[in-house]
């Protein structure tokens, strides 16, 4: 089951397109990360996803088909906007109450114990809480909805190391728990590395790499040799090329059992290397893009 | 409490029996030498009766395969270990885990029918993705270490070095001995790691390839590559 999939999905705001020509295909089970430069498009594809935009064109289905904002879907999906907002001037039991009759479905005692468990004191006004505290009420909140799916919009991103921590940690558990899927859009490339398993690269409002962490870092791999040589893989599948005056580091698509050039040393990559090399190499440049005919089994690369 | 004590055993009621006394050597109820006594005296049981003693004396021996085991020792049902992460080391996540239960395995501080935290536990102190430390379980199943059983979570079920601690401080200080040497000697670090994999290259070489055992030196390459 595809817990999200978008076909030809596009978003224009006046003459700029927010996003273009957006293929893509989430498995379920998996925390997918979004990731691109500010305006690639992320935070419009999630809005499209959880029924907050309306496509301008193509379309969006989450949880198995079910369109996106349709009611069926919404029952399903929770989604945490941007610096995770609350309502400042209400208590977190106030909020309780509030997400509580706005939903069909809202599990008070599993919430209840969340912030219990948090330490969060349920007479005290959100607009006083930490930072790390309003993120864990809001994740709490949508979490009580029970979703199949969790969207969350750069969730951690104004947060401190621990509260950062301890935010990811009461997802993953409620991954673990009761198997939510989840995408979530994220600037910090570090956390993803422990907790993304899929990887949905943005850039300029276009799908640029999509597929499942382990089969893109099997099939990419960083080669270390000679400058003067570097140019002879023009025609190889080359994603990003940095040269030294005597050394050259290509980045190529390549598996461990490919050979290696003579005097040419391959090493595995990891998933922010990966990532930092494709947003360096946004579009057309001077270098080929990874060829269209090499696709990895797990990972598709499209431009 | 067995009937038919002519009857012979299957594998399972023999395995049913072994788990049972792992669970009892861990909660300290059976020394190491009663433990292999009677883990050698269930593994060549024929027929019932071979078997029927080898609980006896030992709390709960009406239900070999009951679902709830009582565990003994620790105040929480929990593991012996606890695993940790290190980002700088550009080893992958699961792999540091696998690395973690068989340094802890190669180290005694985990036996047979010790059980390791539960993925939702796991997921929660490391804030990773509960792929990855199933990825990890289903890697150390793989190699025979470990077995799963539904609802109740994974346990050890294999052991990697049987050298017993004192020895292991033997080891350990003949080792620090001969790194003085080398050190006096003019050799680095990387030097030490150098000639010390090769020893122990020519080491396994000498004794016949079979000889090589998927331990230590495979553990470490894989955390250098």
Known sequence: ?303 | MYSGQHLRVSDAEREAVTDRLAEHFAAGRLGQAEFDDRVERAISARTRADLSGLLAGLPGTGTPAGPELPRGGGSAPGSPIDFRLDAASGVPTYLQLVHQVEHALRLGYLKPGDQLPKVRDVVASLAINPNTVLKAYKELEVKGLTAGRPGQGTFIQATLGQVALPELAGLHKALLGWLGTADAAGLDEDGMVALFTSALRDFYERRGGAGTRRGAASGNTEGVA
């Open chain 1, 1 to 303: 089951m595809n817990i999200v999939e978008a076909s030809g999905l596009g978003k224009r705001y006046g003459g700029t397109w927010a996003l273009r020509e957006c293929t893509l295909a989430i498995p379920a089970g998996h925390v997918a990360a979004l990731v691109g430069p500010n305006g690639a498009g992320k935070t419009t594809l999630l809005n499209l996803a959880v029924g907050l935009a309306e496509p301008t064109a193509g379309g969006v289905t989450v949880l198995g088909g079910l369109a996106a904002g349709s009611a069926a879907a919404l029952d399903g999906t929770a989604f945490v906007a941007q610096d995770t907002p609350v309502y400042r001037n209400l208590s977190a039991a106030d909020m309780l109450h509030l997400t509580r009759n706005l939903n069909r479905r809202f599990d008070q005692p599993y919430a209840q114990a969340r912030l219990g468990e948090l330490g969060i004191p349920l007479n005290r006004k959100a607009g006083r809480l930490s930072g790390g505290q309003r993120a864990q009420l809001a994740l709490t909140l949508a979490l009580a909805r029970r979703p199949r799916l969790l969207v969350l919009d750069e969730p951690v991103a104004m947060l401190d190391p621990v509260a950062r921590h301890d935010f990811m940690a009461l997802v993953m558990t409620a991954m673990a728990a009761e198997g939510v899927s989840v995408v979530l859009s994220s600037h910090v490339l570090a956390d993803l590395e422990r907790v993304a398993d899929y990887l949905v690269l943005l850039s300029r409002g276009r799908v640029q790499v999509a597929g499942e962490v382990a089969g893109l870092l099997a099939s990419h791999r960083l080669l270390t040799g000679p400058t003067a040589e570097a140019d002879r893989y023009a025609d190889r599948p080359v994603v990003h090329v940095r040269r030294g005056g005597a050394q050259a580091h290509l980045l190529v698509r390549a598996t461990a059992d490919d050979p290696v050039p003579p005097s040419w040393e391959a090493h595995p990559i990891g998933l922010e290397e990966l990532t930092l090399a494709y947003l360096r190499e946004p579009g057309a440049g001077a270098l080929p893009g990874p060829a269209r005919g090499q696709r990895a089994p797990h990972s598709e690369v499209t431009r």
